[in-house]
């Protein structure tokens, strides 16, 4: 079945410094992906979205690039913050018509920045 | 605009004791309507969604049902928590499918079980 990877946190950084978060899926079809962002003690929001190849995903300064050829949405962000620190999902979503989307999350990634 | 709400905010339950949770959504009609778990420091799953009222799928066998009794309500219940039950509950609303199928998510619901 479909599925996320996403990579394992904790990731602390410095302020300013330069952040990636890989994620790679696994889908028979054409999925829609997303990044979701949860700061502590909330729900989650959605940060982007992509929903067909080579589309770029961007908001607040992190982008993703949906790349078919290798599975991958990687989040990216040129220079954090350390309100950016919240616990990062990788997901995609199987449409079903006209039944509900099903989405599909990773395990999620917990950042933390550094003042 | 849409919001989605979720009460109550946090909840403190024993053992064997009953639940319901409420999640209302305002702003849009006839959505798809979802109920989450998030374990502590794990990712989510899936429990149950609704495509319309008194309409439920549940995703995995457990102590916990749910119910659609008005197109923007969506309640989940147990008669009888477990302590496995413990655990950050999320409901979550989409569009039905022609349009976007984000979903978006409502505050939480923390649930502990002693």
């Known amino acids: 079945g479909d599925s996320v990877t996403q990579m394992e946190g904790p990731v602390t950084l410095s302020e300013e410094a330069f952040l990636t978060i890989n994620c790679t899926y696994t889908a028979t079809g054409y999925p829609s992906l997303f990044w979701y962002v949860q700061y502590p003690g909330e729900g989650l929001q959605l940060l982007l979205k992509a929903t067909k190849a080579d589309d770029k995903g961007s908001n607040k300064g992190f982008e993703a690039t949906y790349r078919k050829e290798t599975t991958s949405f990687h989040l990216e962000k040129g220079s954090v913050q350390v309100s950016d620190s919240a616990v990062y999902f990788c997901a995609l979503s199987d449409q079903r018509g006209s039944s509900a989307s099903k989405i599909i999350f990773g395990s999620g990634t917990r950042l933390s920045i550094r003042p | 605009s849409q919001t989605i709400h979720q009460w109550p905010a946090t909840l403190v339950q024993p053992v064997g004791s009953p639940l319901s949770l409420e999640c209302t959504v305002e702003?849009?009609?006839?959505?798809?309507l979802y109920w989450y778990r998030q374990a502590a420091g794990r990712g989510l799953q899936l429990l149950f969604y609704?495509?319309?009222?008194?309409?439920i799928s549940s995703e995995v066998p457990q102590n916990l049902s749910a119910s659609r009794p008005q197109d923007r309500q969506f309640i989940l219940s147990s008669k009888k928590l477990l302590l496995s039950d413990s655990g950050f509950y999320l409901c979550?609303?989409?569009?039905?499918?022609?349009?976007?199928?984000?979903?978006?998510f409502g505050p939480g619901t923390r649930l502990t079980v002693l």
């Open positions: 609704s495509v319309g009222i008194g309409q």
């Open positions: 979550a609303w989409s569009v039905k499918a022609g349009g976007t199928d984000t979903q978006y």
């Open positions: 702003g849009t009609s006839n959505p798809n």
